[in-house]
């Protein structure tokens, strides 16, 4: 059992809120970052039918509408994870396994050249949002 | 995997820096303002609604949400992911500087900083985009297009 705060909670229970705020959030980001690439770029699509249209076929994406409700679903998570563990922990936890799941997800999923360069990048920006946080 | 960042789209990422960090921070300050929000005083967050930095906060969230959105259509997840992160940097050197919170002056924060800069610095110098075949040829007049712009 840990000390959290607002009560006592098992190390189990802490990690599996804490991974599923992080791995709901990378649901959200693969998601949205799908939706953006069948989409195509939103400078052409602007040029072409204006802000309306951009915005249009971004709203009009069934994949892009799961992304959002994914990343609410991850906010909520979050929230519930604060409520029963210490932000302190939570919040550079959580943000640091989303770098990082981001890292392989985008690989998997998106098809990414994640070379090592960007390997690097995941962890060491996963590193320093711990560190910030501390 | 390309790189092929105009001006214009080097000034998106900066836009996706610089909206959520002083987003967040205008939001920050702006709740100072308005005192603790507790459950029995829900209401309070629609007071919040009408103060002008977080009116501005929220102003700039949606800037951040419009150009994360428009820098995912031209590059890879894991080439726009660190940019965000260097918005943590960003808040950092603003609540230090702006809020002036003591905590901003921690040793682990400013070697948080050092890293977050490096990893940003890797993707940055490196290609932005994956080339990916067609998924179908419906896309090509969109991506031809899109080509066309670069």
């Not at chain 1, 906010?75 to 640091?96: K, Q």
Request: hydrophobic content about 55%.
């Amino acid at each position: 059992m840990m000390v959290t705060g607002h009560g006592t909670t098992s190390v189990l229970e802490t990690w599996v809120t804490i991974t599923l705020v992080a791995v709901t959030a990378v649901a959200g980001d693969v998601l949205t970052a799908g939706a953006m690439r069948r989409i195509g770029d939103l400078d052409a699509i602007r040029a072409r039918s204006g802000m309306g249209g951009a915005i249009k076929a971004v709203v009009s994406s069934p994949m892009f509408l799961g992304g959002v409700l994914m990343m609410a679903v991850s906010f909520f998570s979050l929230l519930f994870t604060v409520s029963n563990v210490e932000v302190s922990l939570a919040a550079p936890a959580s943000a640091s396994l989303t770098f990082l799941g981001n890292a392989f997800a985008a690989k998997i999923f998106l098809k990414e050249n994640v070379d090592h360069r960007r390997w690097l990048a995941a962890v060491f920006v996963c590193a320093g949002v711990f560190l910030l946080s501390r | 995997m390309k790189h092929t960042l105009s001006p214009q789209r080097y000034l998106i990422l900066l836009a996706v820096m610089l909206s959520a960090a002083v987003g967040d921070t205008m939001l920050s300050h702006g709740m100072r303002q308005v005192g603790p929000v507790s459950l029995a005083h829900l209401g309070l967050l629609l007071v919040a609604m009408r103060d002008p930095w977080v009116i501005g906060g929220i102003v700039c969230l949606l800037g951040f949400f419009a150009s994360y959105l428009t820098a995912l259509s031209w590059a890879d997840l894991t080439f726009v992911l660190p940019a965000t992160a260097f918005g943590y940097v960003v808040v950092l050197l603003l609540s230090k500087f702006w809020l002036h919170e003591p905590g901003a002056s921690s040793v682990h924060r400013w070697a948080g900083v050092v890293l977050i800069v490096c990893g940003v610095g890797f993707v940055a110098n490196g290609p932005s985009q994956t080339q990916h075949e067609p998924m179908d040829p419906m896309e090509e007049p969109v991506r031809a297009l899109t080509d066309e712009t670069k």
